[in-house]
Structures are given as structure tokens and as C-alpha cells.
């Protein structure tokens, strides 16, 4: 995941239609968001997306085994523009409601 470079760095993660596939490391990359300090790490995808619906499933189970917080939300939806605007305005609200929180 190419957001485990600099976990510093960020605070929130939207992984929109991607998801991840397991490769050597995957657990290490993602304690290290842990360690971190992260804020908020979402994944959505659609079940006609045939692109990322199976690697977003994995990347949430990836997360509940490592006690990680996260949030997965799942439509009807398939890899297209209509199903990223659900994506984008479901993300973006939790974004702005934890900044607004005081949860910086």
C-alpha cells in the first residue's frame, strides 16, 4: 500500500474500488498506520465490482484481525463514476465530522 511510505503523514485512508491483494509484509505495512496514529481508515466498493470487491473485503478482514478501526461500506454498485460519488461523499462526511469533533 503506497500510503505505508509516510504514515506521519496521514491521518485519514480512503481506499475507493481498490482494496489490497496479500503480499509478504501487508500486516507490517498496515501496523505501522497503526503505530502512527491514524484517524480514520475507510474502504468502499460496490458488489458488481468485479475490479475490487473481493481485495476490499480482504483489506477489511486484514484490519479486524489487526484491531484496527475501520469502516467498510458496500453498495449495489459496480467500478464506475456513480458508485465513487456514494464512495466520495460517504468518506468525505466521516472526514469533515472528525475534524469537526476536535479529533484533528
Known amino acids: 500500500i503506497a500510503a505505508t511510505l509516510y ?44 475490479v475490487s470487491y473481493d481485495k476490499t473485503k480482504f483489506l477489511y478482514e486484514c484490519l479486524e484481525s489487526l484491531w484496527m478501526d475501520n469502516t467498510l461500506y458496500v453498495n449495489n454498485g459496480a467500478y464506475d463514476w456513480k458508485n465513487w460519488r456514494l464512495h466520495l461523499a460517504s468518506f468525505g462526511s466521516m472526514v469533515f465530522r472528525f475534524y469537526n469533533d476536535g479529533r484533528k
Open 7 to 50: 504514515p506521519d503523514r496521514f491521518d485519514w485512508y480512503g481506499f475507493m474500488c481498490s482494496g489490497v491483494e496479500d503480499y509478504e509484509g501487508l500486516r507490517s505495512d498496515l501496523l505501522r498506520i497503526k503505530k502512527a496514529g491514524f484517524k480514520l481508515i475507510w474502504e468502499g466498493s460496490g458488489t458488481y465490482d468485479t
